[in-house]
């Protein structure tokens, strides 16, 4: 699970609670207000999950290795650009990745903005907690709890048991090797403006993941891109 | 839904958000600890929830009016005397109370120790949120929240959603009277020595929630023991 940028001590801690009741472990922050970061790890009880999670400075990195990444958030304040899966029909979804030996991860934002648009560009997938239109916004440790619950009884839920085996999927650092690539591509045969240049990031990220390639397919088409690129940069082939 | 004593005020603030959150409104506190009470409904932003909530002396009172209760916790430390349904599988159960028309109550007990064997007595069922064994405790706030989101997503889990109409079934209130009167009846028909009665309560409750008579099975079994009472009562037929 990750967490962006928290700010209360009390939900760091609440939230690594919850990783341990639901028997989860790997707890990884992003660039954390460092005073509260210090407090909840040193606060007297604090759980072996937060004693070990882990600290990097952005998104990217936190999910580098993963394979599925689901943002979480309300949708009352935003047009969401990834699928939009209600967490209570997430059941399927979580146990396929796991069948096809994939690494999950549950990205929850800052308790007052949640995550932005940039964060959400590095997710799969958008999870709905269907809260009430009157209060849609939940506590950050209430949020993760609920989350973590039902992943956690996803197995004994979902419908679907025999999954068809699936090829592996291409982690989000692989992924975003690739866009870089592809970035290379459009720059070399100037199919875009410099300015444009974060736009076509962000929506690459989100067309790549929505096409969802394999590892393998990843590597394939990695190493076409590479040789257009090559071929781009070296100039029209001589005649 | 119900807290029994609850102590920390965030707890409390927690567990009326997570109500708004998930759509629901009544929130009933038995005996709560003054200061903290007041404290968690003077807060600034407490919800509407917090501070239309009830206030009652005991358990008792504050189900009276239900039809089906449902105390929380964990079994670690426990040997349950009432049947455990595990809280990913509650839907099929809450689809069917609401289908007949029944009203439900969650009880949760104080942070330190849980529900007591005595509260335990007034309800029909424990649910078991599946927690790790090397964790099983949850935070009050989380807790709530886990239990109120699979409840609010029942209607939508259950498969079972054409279910055949039955009875009401009695609420908490009728339960007790009619266990009232059956004492009453051992008591005149020397059943038990006065040592056993309270044993003899705490048993019966277990029983008629066991069995779950509906409010009109209520009402006779109620009439056969007040006529027999009062023929208890007033001595052998003359002939």
Redesign the interface.
């Known amino acids: 699970m990750v967490l962006v940028s928290p700010r209360n001590p009390?939900n760091i801690g609440?939230a690594a609670?919850?990783l341990?009741?639901?028997?989860f472990a790997q707890l990884t922050v992003v660039a954390p207000y460092e005073p509260h970061w210090d407090e909840a790890r040193s606060a007297v009880g604090a759980?072996a999950v937060l004693k070990n999670a882990n600290r990097t400075g952005s998104l990217a990195e936190a999910v580098g290795h993963c394979t599925l990444v689901l943002g979480t958030g309300t949708l009352t304040y935003r047009k969401p650009e990834q699928p939009v899966v209600k967490?209570?029909h997430l059941a399927p979804l979580v146990e396929q990745e796991m069948a096809r030996g994939g690494r999950i991860a549950l990205v929850f934002g800052p308790e007052k903005h949640g995550l932005t648009r940039e964060d959400l560009s590095w997710c799969h997938a958008l999870v709905e907690?269907?809260?009430?239109p009157?209060?849609?916004?939940?506590?950050l440790?209430?949020?993760?709890?609920?989350c973590l619950?039902?992943i956690?009884?996803a197995s004994?839920?979902s419908a679907s048991a025999n999954l068809p085996e699936s090829k592996a999927a291409a982690s989000s650092a692989h992924l975003e090797l690739l866009a870089g690539v592809i970035e290379q591509n459009m720059d070399a045969a100037g199919y875009s403006p410099t300015v444009m240049q974060q736009a076509n990031r962000h929506d690459l990220r989100l067309l790549l993941r929505r096409l969802g390639p394999t590892e393998r397919d990843t590597r394939r088409i990695l190493g076409l891109f590479r040789r257009i690129l090559w071929r781009l940069e070296k100039g029209p082939r001589g005649k």
């Open positions: 009390l609440a609670r919850a341990a009741n639901f028997g759980d967490l209570h907690i269907p809260t009430h009157d209060q849609p916004s939940m506590n440790g209430q949020a993760v709890a609920v619950y039902e956690a009884t004994s839920r």
